[in-house]
């Protein structure tokens, strides 16, 4: 198994910058099968929704529309750590943000573990 704890959440105004971190964890057998890592969230009385993801190496990453441009996503492999940094923010990033990782390539679905979520409130 493999434990995903997201940090860095907090309360912005509107053009500020965040940096979202999440710390894996597990038997090092779990976590060297971890190919994908990604980010997704959910904003109240929507569904949850992609945000961005990363390949193994972090050479292939891959953002949702609403926020190419404005987010970075990156991986630190030494520390087991995927980080997400949010540019320019605007109220409608407003959101529980979740990590997450799959064993497998992929970019949107098919998932195989979760954080628990970190909150991001943008005010204007």
């Known amino acids: 198994q493999v434990q995903l704890v997201e940090s860095g959440g907090g309360w912005m105004q509107a053009g500020d910058s965040l940096r979202l971190s999440c710390a894996a964890s597990g038997r090092p057998f779990s976590i060297a099968t971890i190919y994908t890592m990604g980010w997704f969230r959910q904003a109240p009385g929507k569904e949850r929704e992609f945000v961005a993801a990363?390949?193994?190496?972090?050479?292939?990453?891959y953002y949702a529309d609403s926020v190419k441009g404005r987010f970075t996503i990156s991986r630190d492999n030494a520390k087991n750590t995927l980080y997400l940094q949010m540019n320019s923010l605007k109220p409608e990033d407003t959101a529980v943000y979740y990590c997450?990782?799959?064993?497998?390539?992929?970019?949107?679905?098919?998932?195989?573990?979760w954080g628990q979520g970190t909150q991001v409130t943008v005010s204007s």
């Open positions: 990363t390949s193994r190496s972090g050479g292939d990453k």
């Open positions: 997450a990782a799959a064993r497998r390539a992929t970019w949107d679905t098919n998932y195989d573990y």
